[in-house]
């Protein structure tokens, strides 16, 4: 696993014990956040400076450094596949980079309020972007295009999660309701609520044949 340390080092963890921690680089200023690819192989991590640093974890090289913008970036993922960083800043601005080039390939800037929350769809295809104006947006993984806008009639959206298939849409909203959006006909699908309980999580089966949900 994956930390960082109050003098801005980024620190490789091992879960066998008695192999200890391996300092693989640092910042010039204090750590905001980091998240592996889907693989472990990649790492990104960002400091308050509004740099990016894109780190190969085996090799415990840094692949890339990125400056963002003029405002500070709230968080950063790598795509599934470690090809691709998304950022979202203060500025209301979702970014995405190519990792070998550094360079910006799509931004998205559609909501105005605060983005709260961003993740890929497993495939890598799709983005979800959750704005603390109770909306959402399904974006296109490559040109960051909106795909489906998210908006609820009486509620607002807390949280979502792609199916595993990247077919369906969960989203969770305030109230405590679960929402299932069809992403292929772009359509809201069914809407479930329970009187005395209300939803905090769900999860589809690869085929969204199947609804795990926690309450």
Avoid: C
């Amino acid at each position: 696993w994956v930390g960082g340390t109050d003098d801005h080092e980024v620190v490789l963890h091992s879960t066998v014990a008695g192999s200890g921690a391996v300092i693989i680089g640092r910042h010039d200023a204090l750590l905001s956040s980091m998240a592996l690819d889907a693989t472990g192989q990649r790492l990104v991590s960002v400091s308050s400076d509004a740099i990016l640093k894109i780190w190969d974890v085996r090799a415990k090289r840094l692949i890339r450094e990125v400056r963002g913008g003029e405002t500070a970036i709230l968080g950063a993922i790598l795509s599934p596949d470690g090809q691709h960083v998304l950022v979202w800043s203060e500025d209301k601005t979702v970014v995405l980079i190519d990792v070998n080039s550094g360079q910006k390939v799509g931004s998205f800037d559609g909501h105005a309020a605060r983005i709260d929350k961003v993740s890929f769809a497993s495939h890598g295809r799709l983005i979800l972007v959750v704005s603390n104006d109770g909306s959402a947006s399904v974006l296109d993984g490559q040109s960051l295009q909106v795909i489906v806008g998210v908006q609820l009639p009486q509620a607002s959206v807390v949280h979502g999660k792609f199916s595993g298939d990247g077919r369906n849409l969960i989203v969770i909203a305030d109230d405590g309701s679960l929402y299932i959006w069809d992403l292929q006909r772009r359509a809201l699908s069914r809407s479930i609520s329970l009187a005395h309980f209300t939803f905090v999580d769900a999860v589809l089966n690869s085929d969204s044949s199947l609804l795990a949900a926690v309450t």
